[in-house]
């Protein structure tokens, strides 16, 4: 019994850590907005793509202005990720690729990876800053 439940903790530890190296499934393009700069202007589609790939977003810090409805969409470039942006109540999944939310109080809130993706998960993070 204590060696079946050995093997068992063993498979789990092994997906678990290869999480991260699992390429997704094709799927439609993701939009494409000025919104890969980090910002997110007045003007512009108001959209917010963050792109994950091991351990890291593609940008240190995204800016959005206040008053604005931001649609921000995750592209996993490499890996199995997902986004929760804490304070805004914005969570992004396998199931779940977009959120739009109302961008009303400034401040600076934190994104982090909301998948367990490997020995990097806990670095990494991000920053929202929504500025007036």
């Known amino acids: 019994m204590k060696k ?16 991260c190296g699992k390429k997704e499934e094709a799927s439609a393009p993701a939009p494409t907005s000025n919104a890969a700069s980090g910002s997110a202007s007045a003007g512009a589609s108001n ?9 890291k977003f593609d940008q240190a810090e995204y800016k959005v202005k206040k008053g604005q409805d931001i649609t921000v969409t995750l592209e996993n470039k490499e890996g199995m990720h ?5 304070g805004l109540n914005v969570k992004l999944d396998g199931s779940a690729k977009t959120k ?19 020995q990097g998960h806990i670095n990494m993070k991000s920053k ?3 500025e007036s």
């Open 100 to 118: 739009t939310f109302k961008a009303d109080k400034e401040g600076t809130y934190d994104i982090i990876c909301s998948v367990p993706c490997g």
């Open 82 to 86: 997902g986004v929760e942006i804490k």
């Open 47 to 55: 959209e917010l793509k963050l792109v994950a790939s091991n351990f």
């Open 4 to 19: 079946l439940i050995m093997l068992a903790v063993a498979v789990c530890l092994v997906l678990a850590l290869s999480a």
């Open 128 to 130: 929202l800053i929504v």
